[in-house]
């Protein structure tokens, strides 16, 4: 079901079989910069598209006015993370 909703359209003129088939020479792994322990250590761990998080949450219901909602929705992605953090500021 996922399959067909995430699949390309073929008017994009991908030419994905060609990547697939591309098998990495030994001297393009010289192209690949080495990650070092600051990069690794300052990621945010992820299970699948959530964020793990070390403390527990609360699901709670809130009701808003539906112009306040909206504007928190239209800043984009992250806005729950965004209240959170103005919330726990307060």
């Known amino acids: 079901m996922n399959a067909k909703r995430n699949a390309l359209p073929t008017s994009f003129g991908s ?6 088939a591309h098998e990495i020479q030994r001297e393009e792994y010289d192209e ?4 070092g322990d600051e990069f690794i250590t300052g990621g945010i761990l992820k299970s699948g598209e959530r964020i793990t ?13 539906a112009d306040i909602f909206e504007r928190w929705v239209a800043t984009g992605p992250g806005w729950q993370g965004r ?3 103005l919330l726990s500021s307060i």
């Open 53 to 65: 998080y070390s403390y527990p949450h609360e699901f709670v219901t809130l009701h808003l006015p």
């Open 83 to 85: 209240m959170t953090q």
């Open 15 to 20: 030419d994905l079989a060609r990547v697939d």
């Open 32 to 35: 690949i910069p080495e990650l």
